[in-house]
Protein backbone atom coordinates (compact mmCIF):
# COMPACT_ATOMS: atom_id res chain seq x y z
CA UNK A 1 0.00 0.00 0.00
CA UNK A 2 1.43 3.20 -1.10
CA UNK A 3 0.54 6.86 -0.51
CA UNK A 4 1.51 10.05 -1.56
CA UNK A 5 2.28 12.81 0.09
CA UNK A 6 -0.80 15.53 -0.33
CA UNK A 7 -1.65 18.09 2.49
CA UNK A 8 -3.96 17.95 5.20
CA UNK A 9 -6.71 20.57 5.72
CA UNK A 10 -5.65 22.31 9.34
CA UNK A 11 -8.27 23.00 11.14
CA UNK A 12 -10.17 19.64 10.34
CA UNK A 13 -10.80 17.24 13.23
CA UNK A 14 -11.93 13.33 12.64
CA UNK A 15 -15.78 12.35 13.67
CA UNK A 16 -14.63 9.99 16.68
CA UNK A 17 -16.97 6.98 16.27
CA UNK A 18 -14.16 4.25 17.22
CA UNK A 19 -16.67 1.75 18.18
CA UNK A 20 -18.37 2.10 14.51
CA UNK A 21 -14.63 2.16 12.93
CA UNK A 22 -13.82 -1.43 14.65
CA UNK A 23 -16.98 -2.97 13.27
CA UNK A 24 -16.72 -1.58 9.68
CA UNK A 25 -12.99 -2.81 9.96
CA UNK A 26 -13.81 -5.96 11.23
CA UNK A 27 -13.24 -8.93 8.62
CA UNK A 28 -16.79 -10.29 9.50
CA UNK A 29 -18.48 -6.95 8.49
CA UNK A 30 -16.48 -7.05 5.41
CA UNK A 31 -17.74 -10.71 4.35
CA UNK A 32 -21.29 -9.95 5.10
CA UNK A 33 -20.83 -6.86 2.42
CA UNK A 34 -19.50 -9.03 -0.17
CA UNK A 35 -22.06 -11.65 0.59
CA UNK A 36 -24.89 -9.15 -0.09
CA UNK A 37 -23.15 -7.55 -3.35
CA UNK A 38 -23.15 -10.82 -4.71
CA UNK A 39 -26.49 -11.40 -3.80
CA UNK A 40 -27.82 -8.14 -5.48
CA UNK A 41 -25.84 -8.82 -8.59
CA UNK A 42 -27.45 -11.86 -8.88
CA UNK A 43 -30.96 -10.87 -8.27
CA UNK A 44 -29.75 -8.08 -11.28
CA UNK A 45 -29.47 -10.97 -13.63
CA UNK A 46 -32.23 -13.32 -12.43
CA UNK A 47 -35.25 -10.21 -12.62
CA UNK A 48 -33.73 -9.42 -16.32
CA UNK A 49 -32.76 -12.48 -17.84
CA UNK A 50 -34.62 -15.76 -15.76
CA UNK A 51 -38.34 -16.88 -16.90
CA UNK A 52 -39.58 -16.10 -13.58
CA UNK A 53 -43.60 -15.30 -12.56
CA UNK A 54 -44.68 -12.13 -11.30
CA UNK A 55 -45.22 -13.31 -7.85
CA UNK A 56 -41.29 -14.17 -7.69
CA UNK A 57 -40.13 -10.98 -8.96
CA UNK A 58 -42.29 -9.07 -6.55
CA UNK A 59 -40.63 -11.55 -4.25
CA UNK A 60 -36.73 -10.34 -5.40
CA UNK A 61 -38.17 -6.45 -5.37
CA UNK A 62 -38.90 -7.05 -2.12
CA UNK A 63 -35.02 -8.54 -1.33
CA UNK A 64 -34.27 -5.88 -3.47
CA UNK A 65 -35.75 -3.44 -0.68
CA UNK A 66 -34.21 -5.22 2.01
CA UNK A 67 -30.69 -5.27 0.57
CA UNK A 68 -31.08 -0.98 -0.53
CA UNK A 69 -31.67 -0.73 3.51
CA UNK A 70 -28.47 -2.67 4.24
CA UNK A 71 -26.46 -0.95 1.49
CA UNK A 72 -27.33 2.34 2.15
CA UNK A 73 -26.58 1.46 5.82
CA UNK A 74 -23.29 0.05 5.43
CA UNK A 75 -22.67 3.70 3.66
CA UNK A 76 -23.68 5.79 6.53
CA UNK A 77 -21.99 4.04 8.63
CA UNK A 78 -18.60 4.76 6.79
CA UNK A 79 -20.27 8.37 6.11
CA UNK A 80 -19.34 8.55 10.24
CA UNK A 81 -15.82 7.48 10.84
CA UNK A 82 -14.41 9.37 7.21
CA UNK A 83 -12.75 12.48 8.58
CA UNK A 84 -14.97 14.71 6.19
CA UNK A 85 -18.11 14.16 3.78
CA UNK A 86 -15.56 15.11 0.83
CA UNK A 87 -13.08 12.28 1.74
CA UNK A 88 -16.00 9.96 2.18
CA UNK A 89 -17.52 10.98 -1.29
CA UNK A 90 -14.30 10.89 -2.80
CA UNK A 91 -13.69 7.25 -1.77
CA UNK A 92 -17.49 5.93 -1.66
CA UNK A 93 -18.92 8.10 -5.41
CA UNK A 94 -19.55 4.45 -6.56
CA UNK A 95 -21.04 2.70 -4.53
CA UNK A 96 -23.51 5.58 -3.95
CA UNK A 97 -23.79 5.72 -7.40
CA UNK A 98 -23.95 1.40 -7.26
CA UNK A 99 -26.99 1.84 -4.56
CA UNK A 100 -29.41 4.60 -5.63
CA UNK A 101 -31.33 2.62 -8.22
CA UNK A 102 -32.05 -0.13 -5.61
CA UNK A 103 -34.48 2.82 -4.44
CA UNK A 104 -37.73 3.15 -5.95
CA UNK A 105 -37.35 7.07 -6.28
CA UNK A 106 -34.57 6.29 -8.00
CA UNK A 107 -35.70 4.04 -10.82
CA UNK A 108 -36.33 6.52 -13.61
CA UNK A 109 -34.88 4.27 -16.58
CA UNK A 110 -33.09 1.49 -17.96
CA UNK A 111 -29.76 3.48 -18.00
CA UNK A 112 -30.13 4.13 -13.88
CA UNK A 113 -30.78 0.07 -13.48
CA UNK A 114 -27.31 -0.74 -15.14
CA UNK A 115 -25.97 1.50 -12.77
CA UNK A 116 -26.30 -1.36 -10.34
CA UNK A 117 -23.56 -3.25 -11.98
CA UNK A 118 -21.07 -0.91 -10.47
CA UNK A 119 -21.46 -3.08 -7.24
CA UNK A 120 -19.17 -5.10 -8.82
CA UNK A 121 -15.94 -2.70 -8.45
CA UNK A 122 -16.64 -2.79 -4.75
CA UNK A 123 -16.72 -6.23 -4.73
CA UNK A 124 -13.45 -6.54 -6.00
CA UNK A 125 -12.08 -3.90 -3.21
CA UNK A 126 -13.57 -5.89 -0.45
CA UNK A 127 -12.25 -8.82 -1.74
CA UNK A 128 -8.84 -7.79 -2.50
CA UNK A 129 -8.63 -6.56 1.15
CA UNK A 130 -9.23 -10.08 2.50
CA UNK A 131 -7.19 -11.75 -0.04
CA UNK A 132 -3.34 -11.03 1.35
CA UNK A 133 -2.92 -14.66 1.50
CA UNK A 134 -3.67 -15.48 -2.42
CA UNK A 135 -1.10 -12.48 -3.01
CA UNK A 136 1.48 -14.08 -1.83
CA UNK A 137 0.76 -17.36 -3.41
CA UNK A 138 0.76 -15.59 -6.95
CA UNK A 139 4.22 -13.89 -5.62
CA UNK A 140 2.64 -10.44 -5.08
CA UNK A 141 0.29 -10.44 -8.85
CA UNK A 142 -2.72 -11.36 -7.76
CA UNK A 143 -3.99 -8.03 -7.12
CA UNK A 144 -3.61 -7.66 -11.19
CA UNK A 145 -4.63 -10.85 -12.08
CA UNK A 146 -7.84 -9.95 -9.94
CA UNK A 147 -7.88 -6.30 -11.48
CA UNK A 148 -8.29 -7.81 -15.09
CA UNK A 149 -10.66 -10.46 -14.21
CA UNK A 150 -13.20 -8.04 -11.84
CA UNK A 151 -13.37 -5.66 -15.03
CA UNK A 152 -13.54 -7.76 -17.65
CA UNK A 153 -16.49 -9.40 -15.84
CA UNK A 154 -17.81 -5.90 -15.14
CA UNK A 155 -18.09 -5.11 -18.39
CA UNK A 156 -19.38 -8.69 -19.83
CA UNK A 157 -22.25 -8.31 -17.46
CA UNK A 158 -23.02 -4.69 -17.95
CA UNK A 159 -22.86 -5.46 -21.65
CA UNK A 160 -25.20 -8.33 -21.72
CA UNK A 161 -27.78 -6.62 -19.34
CA UNK A 162 -27.37 -3.92 -21.57
CA UNK A 163 -28.02 -5.36 -24.83
CA UNK A 164 -30.31 -7.57 -23.45
CA UNK A 165 -32.60 -4.72 -22.23
CA UNK A 166 -32.34 -2.25 -25.80
CA UNK A 167 -32.00 -4.59 -28.15
CA UNK A 168 -33.81 -8.16 -27.93
CA UNK A 169 -36.59 -7.87 -30.74
CA UNK A 170 -38.64 -10.35 -31.72
CA UNK A 171 -40.55 -8.56 -34.05
CA UNK A 172 -37.95 -7.95 -36.17
CA UNK A 173 -36.93 -11.92 -37.46
CA UNK A 174 -33.73 -10.75 -39.15
CA UNK A 175 -32.19 -8.94 -35.59
CA UNK A 176 -29.65 -10.39 -34.58
CA UNK A 177 -30.51 -10.78 -30.67
CA UNK A 178 -33.75 -12.29 -29.77
CA UNK A 179 -33.26 -13.46 -26.34
CA UNK A 180 -30.54 -12.67 -23.29
CA UNK A 181 -28.18 -15.63 -24.48
CA UNK A 182 -27.75 -13.99 -28.10
CA UNK A 183 -27.27 -10.68 -25.81
CA UNK A 184 -24.26 -12.33 -24.27
CA UNK A 185 -22.46 -13.70 -26.72
CA UNK A 186 -22.93 -10.26 -28.66
CA UNK A 187 -21.53 -8.51 -25.64
CA UNK A 188 -18.63 -11.26 -25.24
CA UNK A 189 -17.54 -11.25 -28.80
CA UNK A 190 -17.52 -7.41 -29.03
CA UNK A 191 -15.89 -7.24 -25.79
CA UNK A 192 -12.89 -9.50 -27.57
CA UNK A 193 -12.58 -8.39 -31.33
CA UNK A 194 -14.22 -4.84 -31.18
CA UNK A 195 -16.46 -5.95 -34.11
CA UNK A 196 -20.24 -5.93 -33.23
CA UNK A 197 -21.25 -7.26 -37.32
CA UNK A 198 -24.59 -6.27 -37.05
CA UNK A 199 -24.87 -2.79 -35.68
CA UNK A 200 -27.24 -1.88 -33.08
CA UNK A 201 -30.77 -0.57 -33.76
CA UNK A 202 -31.39 1.30 -30.85
CA UNK A 203 -29.74 4.47 -29.41
CA UNK A 204 -29.62 3.07 -25.98
CA UNK A 205 -27.75 -0.55 -27.92
CA UNK A 206 -24.91 1.94 -29.62
CA UNK A 207 -24.75 3.71 -26.72
CA UNK A 208 -24.30 0.15 -24.66
CA UNK A 209 -21.64 -0.76 -27.52
CA UNK A 210 -19.71 2.21 -27.56
CA UNK A 211 -19.16 1.25 -23.66
CA UNK A 212 -18.26 -2.37 -24.73
CA UNK A 213 -15.53 -0.93 -27.29
CA UNK A 214 -14.03 1.19 -24.41
CA UNK A 215 -13.99 -1.36 -21.78
CA UNK A 216 -12.33 -3.62 -24.60
CA UNK A 217 -9.82 -1.47 -24.76
CA UNK A 218 -9.62 -0.66 -21.53
CA UNK A 219 -8.85 -4.32 -21.16
CA UNK A 220 -6.51 -5.24 -23.81
CA UNK A 221 -4.34 -2.01 -22.65
CA UNK A 222 -3.54 -3.30 -19.74
CA UNK A 223 -2.45 -6.60 -21.51
CA UNK A 224 0.55 -5.03 -22.87
CA UNK A 225 3.70 -3.76 -22.32
CA UNK A 226 4.88 -1.10 -20.02
CA UNK A 227 1.05 0.31 -20.09
CA UNK A 228 -0.39 -2.62 -18.67
CA UNK A 229 2.67 -2.55 -16.06
CA UNK A 230 1.42 1.08 -15.16
CA UNK A 231 -2.01 0.71 -15.60
CA UNK A 232 -2.03 -2.31 -12.73
CA UNK A 233 0.58 -0.38 -10.78
CA UNK A 234 -2.15 2.90 -10.91
CA UNK A 235 -4.92 0.30 -9.77
CA UNK A 236 -3.38 -1.87 -7.40
CA UNK A 237 -1.80 1.64 -5.75
CA UNK A 238 -5.19 3.35 -5.70
CA UNK A 239 -8.26 1.70 -6.41
CA UNK A 240 -7.63 -1.46 -4.85
CA UNK A 241 -5.49 -0.90 -2.08
CA UNK A 242 -7.66 1.65 0.19
CA UNK A 243 -7.82 -0.73 3.80
CA UNK A 244 -5.52 2.68 5.22
CA UNK A 245 -5.92 6.12 4.09
CA UNK A 246 -3.30 8.41 6.10
CA UNK A 247 -6.26 10.68 6.26
CA UNK A 248 -8.59 8.16 8.21
CA UNK A 249 -5.60 7.00 10.80
CA UNK A 250 -6.06 7.93 14.55
CA UNK A 251 -3.98 6.33 17.57
CA UNK A 252 -1.52 4.76 14.81
CA UNK A 253 1.81 3.83 15.28
CA UNK A 254 4.69 5.62 12.68
CA UNK A 255 8.07 3.82 11.79
CA UNK A 256 10.53 6.20 10.04
CA UNK A 257 12.93 5.00 8.04
CA UNK A 258 14.04 1.67 6.29
CA UNK A 259 16.00 -1.17 7.45
CA UNK A 260 16.54 -4.63 8.20
CA UNK A 261 14.75 -4.02 11.76
CA UNK A 262 11.51 -2.97 10.14
CA UNK A 263 10.00 -5.96 10.13
CA UNK A 264 10.82 -6.87 13.70
CA UNK A 265 9.38 -4.00 14.93
CA UNK A 266 5.86 -4.94 12.65
CA UNK A 267 6.09 -8.14 13.73
CA UNK A 268 6.43 -7.58 17.31
CA UNK A 269 3.23 -4.71 17.07
CA UNK A 270 1.10 -7.30 15.71
CA UNK A 271 1.70 -9.68 18.12
CA UNK A 272 1.62 -8.00 21.01
CA UNK A 273 -2.41 -7.14 23.12
CA UNK A 274 -2.25 -3.43 23.40
CA UNK A 275 -0.86 -2.45 19.50
CA UNK A 276 -2.30 -5.87 17.32
CA UNK A 277 -5.32 -3.58 16.24
CA UNK A 278 -3.13 -0.44 15.26
CA UNK A 279 -2.57 0.78 11.54
CA UNK A 280 0.95 0.95 11.19
CA UNK A 281 2.31 3.63 8.60
CA UNK A 282 6.04 3.49 7.69
CA UNK A 283 7.38 6.49 5.91
CA UNK A 284 10.30 6.10 3.54
CA UNK A 285 11.37 6.65 0.54
CA UNK A 286 12.96 3.63 -0.56
CA UNK A 287 10.67 1.07 1.60
CA UNK A 288 8.98 -1.65 -0.73
CA UNK A 289 5.56 -3.57 0.12
CA UNK A 290 6.70 -6.50 -1.42
CA UNK A 291 9.74 -6.53 0.23
CA UNK A 292 7.81 -6.41 3.11
CA UNK A 293 5.31 -9.24 2.47
CA UNK A 294 7.75 -12.18 2.75
CA UNK A 295 8.57 -11.86 6.71
CA UNK A 296 6.51 -9.40 7.71
CA UNK A 297 3.32 -11.80 9.29
CA UNK A 298 0.11 -9.25 8.35
CA UNK A 299 0.47 -6.77 5.87
CA UNK A 300 -3.29 -5.90 6.03
CA UNK A 301 -3.13 -2.53 8.26
CA UNK A 302 0.85 -1.79 7.53
CA UNK A 303 0.39 1.39 4.44
CA UNK A 304 3.78 3.14 2.99
CA UNK A 305 4.10 6.48 2.51
CA UNK A 306 6.77 7.49 0.30
CA UNK A 307 8.33 10.78 1.30
CA UNK A 308 11.33 11.94 3.06
CA UNK A 309 10.29 11.48 7.13
CA UNK A 310 12.63 14.71 7.90
CA UNK A 311 9.71 16.96 5.97
CA UNK A 312 7.09 18.36 7.79
CA UNK A 313 4.54 18.05 4.97
CA UNK A 314 4.73 13.67 5.12
CA UNK A 315 4.50 13.70 9.01
CA UNK A 316 1.82 15.67 8.65
CA UNK A 317 0.22 13.77 6.00
CA UNK A 318 1.19 10.73 8.47
CA UNK A 319 -1.10 12.46 10.58
CA UNK A 320 1.90 12.49 13.34
CA UNK A 321 -0.53 14.98 15.79
CA UNK A 322 -3.20 11.96 16.25
CA UNK A 323 -0.50 9.24 16.34
CA UNK A 324 0.26 6.93 19.79
CA UNK A 325 3.71 6.30 18.88
CA UNK A 326 6.45 6.73 16.40
CA UNK A 327 10.26 4.89 16.25
CA UNK A 328 12.43 6.87 14.16
CA UNK A 329 15.34 3.83 12.61
CA UNK A 330 18.48 4.91 11.06
CA UNK A 331 18.08 4.40 7.82
CA UNK A 332 21.32 3.51 6.06
CA UNK A 333 20.61 4.78 2.15
CA UNK A 334 22.56 7.05 0.19
CA UNK A 335 25.95 5.90 1.58
CA UNK A 336 25.15 8.35 4.17
CA UNK A 337 28.03 8.65 6.99
CA UNK A 338 26.59 7.47 10.44
CA UNK A 339 26.89 11.01 11.41
CA UNK A 340 24.64 12.04 8.15
CA UNK A 341 22.18 9.39 9.28
CA UNK A 342 21.84 10.29 13.30
CA UNK A 343 21.77 14.32 12.13
CA UNK A 344 17.95 12.79 9.79
CA UNK A 345 17.47 11.19 13.09
CA UNK A 346 17.45 13.88 15.28
CA UNK A 347 15.93 16.17 12.54
CA UNK A 348 13.20 13.82 12.54
CA UNK A 349 12.69 13.11 15.95
CA UNK A 350 12.63 17.04 17.12
CA UNK A 351 9.91 17.79 13.96
CA UNK A 352 7.56 14.83 15.70
CA UNK A 353 8.03 16.24 19.84
CA UNK A 354 6.95 19.95 18.23
CA UNK A 355 4.09 18.54 15.94
CA UNK A 356 2.64 15.75 18.72
CA UNK A 357 4.51 16.63 22.47
CA UNK A 358 2.16 13.98 23.73
CA UNK A 359 3.52 11.12 21.19
CA UNK A 360 5.77 8.57 22.79
CA UNK A 361 9.31 8.22 20.36
CA UNK A 362 11.73 5.82 20.20
CA UNK A 363 14.99 6.34 18.57
CA UNK A 364 17.44 4.32 17.10
CA UNK A 365 20.93 6.36 16.72
CA UNK A 366 24.99 5.60 16.11
CA UNK A 367 26.50 8.19 18.45
CA UNK A 368 25.79 8.34 21.86
CA UNK A 369 26.64 11.45 22.26
CA UNK A 370 23.69 12.66 20.86
CA UNK A 371 21.24 11.12 23.58
CA UNK A 372 21.21 13.44 25.48
CA UNK A 373 19.82 16.01 22.98
CA UNK A 374 16.91 13.76 22.22
CA UNK A 375 16.19 13.33 26.27
CA UNK A 376 15.88 17.24 26.29
CA UNK A 377 13.88 17.48 23.62
CA UNK A 378 11.21 15.27 25.06
CA UNK A 379 12.32 12.12 22.93
CA UNK A 380 11.04 8.69 25.94
CA UNK A 381 13.49 5.84 24.20
CA UNK A 382 16.96 6.21 22.52
CA UNK A 383 18.58 3.38 21.72
CA UNK A 384 22.30 3.05 20.55
CA UNK A 385 22.76 1.32 17.72
CA UNK A 386 24.91 -1.88 18.74
CA UNK A 387 25.20 -1.13 22.12
CA UNK A 388 22.76 -3.90 23.13
CA UNK A 389 24.10 -6.36 21.07
CA UNK A 390 27.25 -6.02 21.86
CA UNK A 391 26.44 -5.97 26.00
CA UNK A 392 24.57 -9.19 24.77
CA UNK A 393 27.44 -11.19 23.12
CA UNK A 394 29.58 -10.15 26.39
CA UNK A 395 27.10 -11.74 29.18
CA UNK A 396 26.33 -14.61 26.45
CA UNK A 397 30.32 -15.56 26.78
CA UNK A 398 30.76 -14.94 30.74
CA UNK A 399 27.41 -16.84 31.16
CA UNK A 400 26.49 -19.28 28.68
CA UNK A 401 23.21 -20.76 28.32
CA UNK A 402 21.04 -17.56 29.30
CA UNK A 403 20.07 -16.48 25.54
CA UNK A 404 16.90 -18.31 25.72
CA UNK A 405 16.00 -15.63 28.05
CA UNK A 406 16.27 -13.05 26.48
CA UNK A 407 14.84 -14.42 23.67
CA UNK A 408 11.53 -15.03 25.21
CA UNK A 409 11.18 -11.89 27.11
CA UNK A 410 11.94 -9.76 23.95
CA UNK A 411 9.04 -11.12 21.62
CA UNK A 412 5.57 -11.43 22.59
CA UNK A 413 4.89 -14.68 19.97
CA UNK A 414 5.36 -16.77 22.53
CA UNK A 415 6.59 -17.86 26.48
CA UNK A 416 6.38 -14.90 28.08
CA UNK A 417 6.34 -10.80 28.00
CA UNK A 418 7.59 -7.56 29.87
CA UNK A 419 4.57 -5.56 30.54
CA UNK A 420 3.55 -3.06 33.15
CA UNK A 421 0.83 -3.52 35.64
CA UNK A 422 -0.88 -1.61 38.02
CA UNK A 423 -0.21 -1.86 41.66
CA UNK A 424 -3.05 -3.79 43.33
CA UNK A 425 -4.42 -1.60 45.90
CA UNK A 426 -4.02 -4.23 48.56
CA UNK A 427 -0.34 -3.99 48.33
CA UNK A 428 0.13 -0.35 48.79
CA UNK A 429 1.89 0.32 51.81
CA UNK A 430 3.76 -2.68 51.53
CA UNK A 431 7.62 -3.51 51.46
CA UNK A 432 8.67 -4.87 47.45
CA UNK A 433 9.96 -7.77 49.37
CA UNK A 434 7.00 -8.84 50.71
CA UNK A 435 4.96 -8.43 47.51
CA UNK A 436 7.07 -10.95 44.97
CA UNK A 437 5.47 -14.05 46.73
CA UNK A 438 1.95 -12.92 46.82
CA UNK A 439 1.63 -11.72 43.39
CA UNK A 440 3.53 -14.37 41.76
CA UNK A 441 0.68 -16.93 43.53
CA UNK A 442 -2.02 -14.57 42.84
CA UNK A 443 -1.47 -13.67 39.20
CA UNK A 444 1.16 -15.81 38.09
CA UNK A 445 3.76 -12.23 37.49
CA UNK A 446 6.92 -12.02 38.04
CA UNK A 447 8.01 -8.32 39.63
CA UNK A 448 11.17 -7.47 38.50
CA UNK A 449 10.84 -3.73 38.49
CA UNK A 450 8.94 -0.99 39.83
CA UNK A 451 8.33 2.89 38.11
CA UNK A 452 7.23 5.38 40.34
CA UNK A 453 5.05 7.67 38.98
CA UNK A 454 7.78 10.49 38.63
CA UNK A 455 10.60 8.73 38.05
CA UNK A 456 12.31 6.28 35.84
CA UNK A 457 12.05 2.82 36.36
CA UNK A 458 14.15 0.90 39.09
CA UNK A 459 14.87 -2.78 38.49
CA UNK A 460 14.73 -4.91 41.52
CA UNK A 461 14.42 -2.01 44.39
CA UNK A 462 14.75 -4.31 47.52
CA UNK A 463 13.68 -2.49 50.77
CA UNK A 464 11.29 0.20 48.60
CA UNK A 465 7.69 0.85 50.41
CA UNK A 466 4.92 0.99 47.19
CA UNK A 467 2.84 3.77 46.82
CA UNK A 468 -0.67 3.51 45.11
CA UNK A 469 0.54 5.10 41.49
CA UNK A 470 3.78 3.18 41.18
CA UNK A 471 3.81 0.53 38.34
CA UNK A 472 5.38 -2.73 38.44
CA UNK A 473 7.51 -4.18 35.54
CA UNK A 474 6.60 -7.79 35.49
CA UNK A 475 7.53 -11.07 33.16
CA UNK A 476 3.88 -12.59 32.34
CA UNK A 477 3.39 -15.47 30.36
CA UNK A 478 1.48 -14.30 26.72
Given at each position: ????????P??????????????????????????????S????????F????D????????????????????????????????????N??????????L?????????????????????????Q???????????????????????M???L?????????????????????????????????????????????????????????????????????????????????????????????N???????????????????????????????????????????????N????????A????I??????????????????????????????????????????????????????????????????????????????????R??M????????????????????????????????????????L????????????????????????????????????K??
Amino acid sequence: MIFKANPIPDGVERRKFPLIRKLVDNPLFGIVIIGVIILSVIIILVDLFAPISDKTKLELEFINEILSVFLIFELFLRWLVSRTTKSFLSNHWIDILAVLPLLRVFRLGRFVQLLRLVRIFGLGTALQRRMTVFSRLFEGRFIEYFTLGSFMLFALIFGTVGLAQFEIMHDIPEHPIKTPTDAFWKAWFTLLTGDYADYPVTIGGKIIFSLILLFGMGVFAMLTGTFSAIMIEKLKEGAMLKTTNPEDLNGHVIICGYSAKTAIVINELRVDNLFKDCEVLLISEIASIDDLRPSVLNTDKLGILKADFTQIEALKQAAIERARAAVILSESANNRSTYDIDARTILAALTIERLNPSIHTCVEIYHAEYSSHLKSAGVEDVVIQGEYSGRLLARLTMRQGILPFFNDLLSNSAGNALEFAPLPSEFTGRNYGEILSPLHIKYGWTVVGVMPHDASLIVNPLGRCLLCDDKLLIIKPV
